[in-house]
């Protein structure tokens, strides 16, 4: 199971100077353990700031099917932009945070 795919950070995939993409399939993606607690973190964040998902929308300057499609992306496993995960948190009241260990 792959969750990563390395060709997209190989400069001898792209093609004529774009940026590669990934590969388009219907095969569903199996989500990451991880995906889950993210997912997770997200909601309770949003429930402990007390914030509902239209406050949150306009926050965000999006409709409330903007966040709705996002959380489904990721409870599926499914990327979503770094910025849009950084507005989601600044909207809670929140920062987004990574680390490696």
Do not use: C
Request: hydrophobic letters at 40%; charged letters at 25%.
């Amino acid at each position: 199971m792959t969750y990563f795919d390395p060709r997209l950070l190989d400069p001898a995939n792209e093609s004529a100077g774009s940026t590669p993409q990934p590969e388009r399939h219907s095969r569903r993606v199996t989500p990451h353990p991880d995906d889950a607690a993210i997912f997770g973190a997200m909601l309770g964040a949003r429930d402990h700031a007390g914030v509902s998902l239209a406050q949150l929308a306009e926050r965000m300057g999006v409709d409330t099917a903007n966040i709705l499609h996002m959380e489904n992306r990721i409870a599926a496993g499914r990327p979503v932009p770094l910025r849009v995960l950084r507005q989601y948190a600044a909207a809670g009241g929140k920062r987004l945070v990574i680390s490696f260990e």
